[in-house]
Structures are given as C-alpha cells and as structure tokens.
T-cell receptor, first 121, second 115 residues
Framework: GAVVSQHPSWVICKSGTSVKIECRSL??????MFWYRQFPKQSLMLMAT?????????EQGVEKDKFLINHASLTLSTLTVTSAHPEDSSFYIC?????????????????FGPGTRLTVL | AQTVTQSQPEMSVQEAETVTLSCTYD???????LFWYKQPPSRQMILVIR??????QNATENRFSVNFQKAAKSFSLKISDSQLGDAAMYFC????????????FGTGTRLQVFP
C-alpha cells in the first residue's frame, strides 16, 4: 500500500514552454501533497505544500507564478513549470500524506513518487 | 527553527556487517516524528523506518533499527547484516506533530556496501 506515481518520469522541453507534472496517490487518499526539487548530490528542497481544494503554500524563494500547483482531488496534484528556462532543469519529486484518521502507519508519513527529471534546452 | 544534521557524508560497510548512520536534530518541541528515508540510484525515496517521539521504545523494521535518544536529540540508524541492495543515500527527516506537515531533511549519508 501507500503507492505514489508521477508522470512523466522524464521530460525534455524547449526554453519558454510550459511543462506539467502529475502526482497521484494510487491506493490512498491524500489531503496533503508536497513538491520537492532535488539538485544532484543534494538533499530535497521543499517547494510547496498543497492541500486538496485550496491554494498551495509556497516556501520562501519559490516563485508561485512560475511553479503552478493544483490539487484538484484527493488523489491528484499537478505541478506546472511555466515558461521554463534551463535553470529550471532539475529532478522534481512529489509526496503524499494520507488523510487524517487513516490507519497507522500511514498517517503522518509522507510517501514519495519516483520523481520526474526535467531538462530544459 | 528545527534543523537536522547528518555529519557523515559517506559511509561504507562490508556485506553482512553492521553499520550505524548518525543523525542529530534540534527542536524545542516535545512531540514530533522522525524518519529515515533511503534513496537508491533509481532516486525513488523509500521509507525505511519511523519513530514517534512520545514512544520510548526504539523502532525496528527487520534489519533496520534506530537508537532514539530524545534528551540528546539523536536518532541513529543501524543496519544489520548489510546487503548490496542497501547501498543508497540515506536521509534523516523531522516532522513536527503540531505545526505544519512538512519534513525537514538532513543533508544525507551515502552508504556504500562492499562484497
């Protein structure tokens, strides 16, 4: 149980275009999903927290107009990188946390998707 | 603000031996959760083990166990009978039980396993 998928697993795009990444919780409902960015040989950097049905909360320094997050349902969150530039090239990872009241140990634990490698040419 | 420190950038272990990865954290909260995540070359983050701060008993999951010292704010991971598949980056993470849901990660420890 507690499986999270991401699509696509990798994407190459031209500078100036927009790219959408999907994050799905496959066997549980997630009230909260998180989006991270990871640079090579570094730890995960939280970009934003999204709650189903409400606006995402962005971390300091993350441009909300550039990284659009939508959490339309309890199983799906999307990250859209708008007007992508080469400096946006990175590994993007989502995670999902099960709704409160779910069976232990799923509550309070984030389960991660396999990540999406974005390359902007 | 809470911080998580992993002071060992790299560790190595012989297959079938035991290795301990260190993690310390700083917080003023009394209720929180601690996690160890593994990131193999595939880059999929995998939950290894979790510990609730209110529990005195150390968590165990098969070959993985923790030494949770709340007063010392230490949360080390012990891997017994190491296997080649244990080679990965290991991240220690903290989550407040009261405020926000986000994880605070350490910088990671790269574990190499030699046959």
């Amino acid at each position: 149980g507690a499986v999270v998928s991401q699509h696509p697993s990798w994407v190459i795009c031209k500078s100036g275009t927009s790219v959408k990444i999907e994050c799905r919780s496959l066997d549980f409902q997630a009230t909260t999903m998180f989006w991270y960015r990871q640079f090579p040989k570094q730890s995960l950097m939280l970009m934003a927290t999204s709650n189903e049905g409400s606006k995402a909360t962005y971390e300091q320094g993350v441009e909300k107009d550039k990284f659009l997050i939508n959490h339309a349902s309890l199983t799906l969150s999307t990250l859209t990188v708008t007007s992508a530039h080469p400096e946006d090239s990175s590994f993007y990872i989502c995670s999902a946390m099960e709704v409160a009241g779910a069976r232990w140990p799923n509550t309070d634990t984030q389960y991660f998707g396999p990540g999406t490698r974005l390359t902007v040419l | 603000a809470q911080t998580v420190t992993q002071s060992q950038p790299e560790m190595s272990v012989q297959e079938a031996e035991t290795v301990t990865l260190s993690c310390t954290y700083d917080t003023s909260e009394s209720d929180y959760y601690l996690f160890w995540y593994k990131q193999p070359p595939s880059r999929q983050m995998i939950l290894v083990i979790r510990q609730e701060a209110y529990k005195q008993q150390n968590a165990t999951e098969n070959r993985f166990s923790v030494n949770f010292q709340k007063a010392a704010k230490s949360f080390s991971l012990k891997i017994s009978d190491s296997q080649l598949g244990d080679a990965a980056m290991y991240f220690c993470a903290y989550r407040s039980a009261q405020f926000a849901d986000k994880l605070i990660f350490g910088t990671g420890t790269r574990l190499q396993v030699f046959p």
